[in-house]
């Protein structure tokens, strides 16, 4: 132990403050390992050094994600993926689907990869850092890095690619990820493999934003017109593209000159769907090896059988179920708090979803998130509370309302249950289901109550800005708390995971209290291999890794 | 004769235009922003409302509709909003794909539904008869989705011995792509079997009570000659027409089989032009469609004039 301890001693010296406070809190048991993983990583420490830290307090190393699992593959082969069809022209300022995000990253790298256990990966960057206000972030730029034209990677094509997708005028879809976080003068090149960024408020969780959870940004050469990526597929890779065919699919190569550990597979080719049937009867026939992504409605067949393996990855994707904050009769929190009370929560994870998701608690920190306080009691169904406080509020003998969302995948069935569990207190909703496009530009915001879809984040941040702060740009809810932005300002600024952990449990709380917006649950992303290929890796936001894919 | 074909043309040429208006304007009325479609239910308004003028969908629409119809009449189909290239080369592909599936299935349900319908008819009230009857009805009432994924799990995952996908390599010579296009077939024919063997049928048992039938068989013609020279050849005359107008549906009906079988139809093409708001692309796939559609009316009409000699003797007078 002593020498554990000389060898603790010797890696706090050489950290900064932050970075020393996260080891404290590990060394404490604050922490626990998967969480100083993740919470290290955002402050800068590299995963040798973790490893090195968890050894010294006695542990072992383990940062693996969720995959299809299996023994090491061997190299060569082609794997064979089906993925939903791009909607679009795979331009990485304005790809916004799942199928185009896909089509980025097999041949494009971020400055760090969030994987399936949302730890935070070095890929591009080697390093980062921030001052101790954590409005200033600093990212060492691998050395050696070639893009797959020969042209060396500096931090010239970094700052290129963040100027050009942090530019308000432009059209990038990154946009909404860096609002009020980065303008394109706070870019800077520090030395040729350094770069600051110079964020307009601080922010703890600044390295999400950098990695591929922010799908979009891919770096790109210095100058180069993103409009012509379709063409070329440029990046710095372990695949190199051989075709691509638009509405059809594509094709990539190992990139022999990769910098990293070189890809498994010989190549792997990509068929586009238009649906999930389709790819989940591929599947079964042999004629694809890899199902990108699948939902349990419809989905149902793989989830038992033998010949394939689902991968299944946590994650905070969720539906959020508002209720105008300003509009009666839901102005009275305690009527709010009635509808959600009628909600039998483990039932409907079970029934829409097999399993395959956790409870809500009405706030949008997600158990998958480290800085979740799970200390705060889990809201169960509960009628004659539910209508007790109808009763308190002045509608004891129940009201009629109306239910807006989208026809997304279990989404209309959600709301069926919304509207049926509501009946039992005297609630009549009816509603309105719509495509999309409609639900989004009609009543997304303005109807009394509206469900939304947000897709899987590592950390809550976005989560607690535009749909719940007062001047919030997605707040379908209308809801407008002072004491609530107060709090999601002090959790986005908090650097060390005991303090997020601390305002968290004070916003649940209140959100508890408050629920202008219901969150019933937080489902897991599902992909599926056929059960004799391994090292098959999504991630919770949608993309597909197939590097260390190999088939027996 | 020759004056039949132009009145066919010219009635062709002015249904496309109608169609054309149809298109366009019906396209405006569909919800959602063409800018919206591509930057997402996110961007901020500003960034719409510039792509929208980059794109000129803010002009008046007899403007554009103006510009997009001399486009299309001079060979120039415009550029897909959601892709930004060129929408030709999509349209073009997929039609072709569009046509081969319909080739395979015409071939396939044709001669079958006919050969179905005379015999029927030759045993009208019998079991033979029955039986096409009900079975022709029950297939074509199955849906496409179901009756597809029934011979994908047959046919292509249990017995293993058809591709689920329609999609072959590049460069795939014509024997492996009909190989790829029949089991997408098999939806199509079910359904088409049932109708056009109805139609055979009905058109059988009327010349089979004609007198020029009777009188044919009261003269010692033996049977097979006046079922082949004298009754098929009438009552295959309305059979055709059914037929032709089967084409659309053909084409561009095929948005069910096309997303099952993973085939790249215009059905599909189009389907999903009018999800995203790609008008150039809607716009053209369904104009495209019109054309095949109003060329298969006219082969059908100009055979059906041969056929049936009073039709182009009719229009001559």
């Not at chain 1, 990154?174 to 609002?179: E, K």
Request: proline share 5%.
């Amino acid at each position: 132990m002593d020498e554990n301890q000389r060898r603790l001693d010797t890696i706090r010296g050489r950290r900064d403050e932050i970075e020393n406070h996260v080891i404290d809190e590990f060394v404490a048991g604050r922490l626990s390992r998967g969480d100083f993983l993740r919470r290290g990583a955002v402050v800068g420490l590299s995963l040798p050094m973790m490893a090195a830290i968890v050894a010294a307090c006695g542990g072992a190393n383990s940062s693996s994600s969720a995959s299809s699992g299996g023994a090491p593959g061997k190299p060569g082969g082609t794997i064979k993926a089906g993925i939903i069809t791009p909607s679009g022209a795979i331009d990485p300022v304005t790809v916004l689907d799942q199928g185009g995000l896909d089509m980025l990253a097999q041949t494009g790298e971020y400055l760090c990869l969030a994987n399936s256990k949302s730890q935070l990966v070095p890929v591009l960057a080697e390093s980062w850092s921030a001052n101790p206000a954590a409005n200033v972030w600093t990212f060492k730029i691998r050395q050696g890095v070639k893009f797959h034209n020969g042209q060396p990677l500096t931090a010239d094509d970094v700052v290129y690619t963040y100027k050009l997708q942090s530019d308000p005028k432009g059209k990038s879809n990154a946009l909404s990820a860096f609002n009020g976080i980065i303008v394109p003068s706070g870019v800077e090149k520090v030395d040729d493999f350094t770069v600051a960024f110079h964020l307009t408020a601080p922010d703890a969780n600044f390295p999400y934003v950098c990695s591929s959870e922010n799908y979009n940004m891919i770096i790109l050469p210095n100058n180069y017109d993103s409009s012509k990526w379709e063409g070329s597929f440029i990046g710095t890779g372990p695949f190199k593209l051989k075709s691509y065919t638009a509405k059809v699919g594509a094709s990539f190569v190992r990139n022999e000159a990769y910098w990293g550990k070189k890809a498994l597979p010989d190549a792997t080719e990509f068929t586009f769907y238009d649906a999930q049937q389709p790819q989940i009867l591929a599947l079964e026939a042999g004629t694809i090896d890899v199902v990108g992504q699948f939902s349990v409605q419809g989905g149902q067949a793989l989830l038992n059988n033998p010949k394939v393996t689902v991968i299944s990855v946590r994650s905070s994707a969720h539906r959020e179920l508002s209720m105008r904050n300003d509009q009666a009769p839901f102005t009275d929190p305690r009527v709010r708090q009635a509808v959600a009370l009628t909600l039998a929560r483990p039932d409907i994870v079970q029934g829409l979803f097999q399993g395959k998701a956790e409870l809500g608690n009405d706030s949008p920190f997600a158990p998958v998130f480290a800085s979740t306080d799970s200390s705060v009691p889990q809201r169960a169904q509960d009628l004659t509370k539910a209508k007790q406080l109808l009763q308190a509020a002045g509608h004891g003998s129940g009201f009629s309302t109306h239910l807006f969302t989208e026809t997304t995948q279990e989404m209309p069935a959600f709301a069926q249950i919304v509207k049926s569990s509501a009946a039992k207190i005297g609630v009549d909703i009816a509603l309105t289901i719509e495509s999309p496009d409609q639900y989004y530009s009609k009543d997304w915001l303005s109807g009394i109550m509206s469900m939304v879809d947000y897709g899987h984040r590592s950390v809550p941040n976005l989560f607690l800005q535009a749909p719940l702060q007062s001047k919030g740009t997605w707040n379908a809810a209308h809801f407008k708390n002072s004491q609530y932005d107060t709090l999601s300002a002090q959790y986005i600024a908090a650097l060390d995971l005991q303090s997020q952990r601390t305002v968290a449990g004070k916003i649940q709380n209140l959100l508890l209290e408050q629920t202008p917006v219901i969150y019933a649950y937080f489902y897991n992303y599902l992909a599926a291999s056929a059960s004799n290929v391994s090292g098959v890796e999504p991630t919770g936001i949608g993309h597909l890794f197939l590097f260390n894919a190999s088939k027996a | 004769m020759a004056l039949y074909i132009a009145k066919r043309v010219g009635y062709a040429l002015i249904t496309l235009w109608i169609l054309s208006l149809i298109v366009f304007f019906a396209g405006q009325v569909l919800p959602g922003d063409p800018a919206r479609s591509i930057l997402g239910q996110l961007a901020p308004q500003s960034a719409i409302n510039a792509l929208d003028h980059q794109l000129g969908v803010d002009r008046p629409l007899l403007t554009q509709y103006w510009d997009w119809i001399t486009g299309f009449v001079h060979g120039d189909m415009g550029n897909s909003y959601q892709f930004r290239a060129p929408v030709e080369p999509y349209i073009s592909a997929a039609l072709q794909h569009s046509l081969k599936l319909a080739a395979v299935a015409f071939v396939i349900v044709v001669p079958i539904s006919i050969l179905g319908g005379v015999v029927a008819a030759l045993n009208v009230g019998r079991a033979p008869d029955r039986i096409i009857t009900v079975l022709g009805l029950s297939a074509s009432t199955v849906p496409e989705f179901v009756s597809g994924i029934v011979v994908i799990i047959v046919f292509g995952i249990w017995l293993d011995v058809l591709p689920i996908s329609a999609s072959w390599s590049p460069g795939a010579s014509i024997p492996d792509q009909v190989y790829h296009l029949i089991l997408p077939s098999i939806p199509l024919v079910l359904i088409l079997f049932g109708y056009i063997a109805r139609m055979a049928r009905a058109g059988t048992v009327e010349a089979l009570d004609s007198d020029y039938a009777r009188t044919a068989v009261l003269k010692g013609l033996p049977r097979g000659v006046v079922i082949r020279r004298h009754v098929l050849r009438n009552s295959l005359v309305p059979t055709v027409t059914v037929i032709a107008t089967q084409t659309g549906y053909l084409i561009g009906g095929l948005v069910i089989v096309e997303t099952l079988f993973n085939y790249q139809g215009i059905g599909l093409l189009i389907y999903k032009a009018a999800q995203e708001k790609d008008f150039p692309m809607l716009e053209a796939g369904v104009l495209s469609i019109g054309i095949v559609y109003m060329v298969a009316t006219l082969i059908a009409d100009f055979v059906y004039s041969m056929l049936n000699p009073r039709i182009r003797f009719g229009a001559s007078e």
